[in-house]
């Protein structure tokens, strides 16, 4: 694997922190790792002015604090999902989110909880098949937060509903709570995220460009198998096999 400062600022996070990779110093070393030139500190900074502006006064309710943050996102700041571009690599890297106002569901929801937590307001990443959400750490009952769809609201019957549509397999009767709607650490995002970016060069063409993909993922996930087996198959078609 080329060890390349991106590369390396990916291996230290992960020795600082493990599992529990904070979403916006990952966000940063991603974007960094896949564009030459782009500087950590200057994604932070950028993340740091987007939030700029938000309160949320000390006490508010989880409802008050969700309302004050999708206006400021959605409303204010006029952040969306790229409906029309939906998989296009830019809308992975969270500066280019941050420059365009649009991206994927994982990428909005990386900036809606990270927004949040410079206010004050805890909230966590939900990895939900096929369609990443974020959910307030506190809220009793919970309910998540769909970043990509404007905030809007999704109680886990909606979303247990969904998955048993997806899956084609009705969950028992009574089923409150899926293990989909846990929150996911930092490393989980980074693998979800790079995943995505492989989908995406390889749709495009650009193996050079996935065969990075998958060596990242090799570094976050090196005990995954799939991984590795993309990475003979595409060393085999770049003639390097």
């Not at 390349?4 to 230290?12: D, E, K």
């Not at 994927?104 to 990443?132: D, K, N």
């Not at 809220?139 to 404007?150: N, T, Y």
């Not at 063409?205 to 060596?215: P, T």
Request: charged share 25%.
């Amino acid at each position: 694997m080329n060890a390349c400062p991106s590369t390396a600022l990916l291996a230290r996070l992960l020795a600082e922190h493990g599992d529990e990779i904070p979403l916006d110093l990952g966000a940063a070393a991603v974007a960094a790792a896949e564009q030459p030139g782009v500087d950590p500190a200057g994604v932070l900074a950028a993340l740091d002015e987007v939030a700029a502006g938000l309160r949320i006064p000390k006490g508010a309710s989880v409802f008050e604090a969700v309302a004050r943050l999708n206006h400021h996102l959605f409303l204010e700041r006029g952040f969306h999902g790229d409906r029309d571009e939906y998989d296009a690599p830019e809308n992975s890297f969270l500066d280019r989110v941050i420059e365009r106002r649009r991206g994927l569901p994982i990428l909005l929801s990386i900036l809606y909880v990270e927004v949040g937590r410079r206010a004050g307001f805890a909230l966590h990443g939900v990895g939900f098949p096929g369609h990443f959400v974020a959910a307030p750490t506190h809220a009793r009952p919970p309910f998540f937060v769909d970043p990509f769809h404007g905030g809007r609201i999704q109680r886990p019957e909606a979303l247990l509903a969904r998955l048993a549509e997806m899956t084609g397999d009705p969950l028992p009767k009574g089923t409150t709570w899926h293990p989909v709607l846990d929150p996911v650490h930092g490393r989980q995002v980074l693998i979800r995220v790079f995943h995505n970016l492989k989908a995406a060069y390889l749709r495009r063409g650009r193996l050079e460009d996935a065969l990075r993909a998958v060596d990242r993922l090799v570094l976050l996930d090196p005990e995954a198998e799939s991984p590795r087996r993309a990475r003979a198959a595409l060393l085999q078609r770049l003639g390097r096999g």
